[in-house]
């Protein structure tokens, strides 16, 4: 060892024999200094382990490993080694195999169809301190979160067909989204993966950076340009399952390793993936110190961990007899439940102001629950329930909608058993299912009517919300990772119309107390019109405690209501703050001028009332003004 890279002392290796080192990327991996780097990698099935890389032509037998402590870490010395090489681990498995390995560890990694890691030291110097000192003084559950999900390498192209690299999207997907008016971006997995095809769900190198965009400074640059402009970072992780890449994780040392090593446990049939080994004290560490990873060194907001469900149930995607109960004969996953709580748990403590979000598409009971209550500990989970019911709903022409009416109520028989995000989210525009726009029945300028009264139904929702491009301008073609956007759409201005509604529903929801501050509780909330279905109307007011409420309107039929009585909160002035049927959107101009006077008349358990005007497909929200 060098003088600046000690051998590992007696803590680190006990910290890493019992699956507890929580800075486990500090310790394992390719550490480069002025003379060489240190190189450590887990392999305790191991019988010999060799550095191979640039700097020796990669002639491994020139670099052998020793193991730490006589543990199961392998270290050695490389003089000469330099940043910016390449390197493998070349591991003799216990069945007498050699097989060269990316390093599990690994801050930077090779572009694909290379499997190699490189060699990587960090140059960049953070400056938004200001954003993170301030990051934790509000509850993110009582604060404003409107999501804008991206997949980076196809938000848009260069007109050759490149991708755009972290630094092009500092100068244009940041704008965007902070002229969009979003409060967060959720980047689809950044995490290396050579199968662009997988969107990044199919991980190979879980502490390296997507190297198609760039370096990892690049990534770093991209995230603190989206802090200055007052953006946060959800990143989405992937713990559940991991790629097949010979190179990569999968029989590591010649052994099943971070995969379970029985495939009722550690093979994803529906995902044709390697399933974790959740049990096994070093790979709960290696996820969970991951997890820390990207919230400390990238500054990331929070964390969307993918899968949940799978990761939740034994049984999950399996026939009956092709899974293993648990020790008290159940289909849980008792192994995955504690990783997921530790998880939160540390990144909790660890990076106070931090959220986390579950994609979690069952009944589980808890998901947001806090740990030391026997919850996972998630700060959200994604409403999968309500996207499925409105989307089923909307799906239908409006003559026959009343028939359906509930599939627009339902949610709210739930809606604060938990937190919620309610997604519309790229899962829902993809394999057939079709455009958000495409999905909404009639003529072009019915279904982006639709769209707009959606949107707006949608942003006064209890619960956050999450769009994924493209459907801020109702893209019209089913997103493909191969292809940008369909960008020249906004050269139409019914289309920009959406963007514009878009802007402006953020400006209002982010200004509106009423529709964040009580988003997980029902006193936020009370119906104003719920089983009107034969006029195809909802309507419901949001509050907020010394705070002017807020009434969502909306009109699923085709044909206007000129003169609706609708129950109010109160009585006084109520200003129309949003109306999707305006024209400046492209609607139809049916609207109320700009304001409502309601009488001290009541109607419907409410103590005034008022007579709106609501267009075709829209929706209008009023502000109380007194």
Known sequence: MSAGHEALGPLDLHLLAEGRHENLWQVLGAHPDTDGAVFRVWAPNALEVQVAGEWSGWDASRHPMARAGGGDVWEAYVPGAAAGQLYTFRIRGADGVWRDKADPVARRAEHAPGGASVLWTSSHAWTDEEWLAHRGDRNPVEAPMSVYEVHLASWRKHLDGRLYSYDDLVTTLVPYVAGQGFTHVELMPVMAHPFGGSWGYHVTSYYAPDPRLGDPDGLKRLVEAFHHAGVGVILDWVPGHFATDEWALARFDGAPLYEHPDPRRGWHEEWGSHIFDFGRPEVRNFLVANAVYWLEEFHADGLRVDGVASMLYLDYGREEGAWEPN?????????????????????????????????????????????????????????MGWMHDTLGYLRHDPVHRAHHHGEMTFSLAYAFSENYVLPLSHDEVVHGKGSLLRKMPGDRWRQLATLRAYLAFMWAHPGKQLLFMGGEFGQESEWAEGRELDWWLLAHPEHDGVRRLVVDLNAVYRGTEALWARDTVPEGFSWLVADDAGANVLAFARHAPGQPDLVCVSNFSAVPHESYLLGLPSAGTWREVVNTDAETYTGSGVGNLGSVTADAHPHLSQPASARVRVGPLSTVWLRHEG
């Open 327 to 383: 020790v008290h004969g159940g289909r849980e996953n008792l192994e995955a439940v504690a990783l997921l709580q530790e998880m939160n748990a540390t990144a909790y403590r660890r990076v106070p102001g931090i959220v986390t979000v579950a994609e979690e598409s069952t009944a589980w009971p808890g998901v947001t629950a806090p740990t030391d209550a026997g919850g996972l500990g998630f700060g959200f989970k994604w409403n």
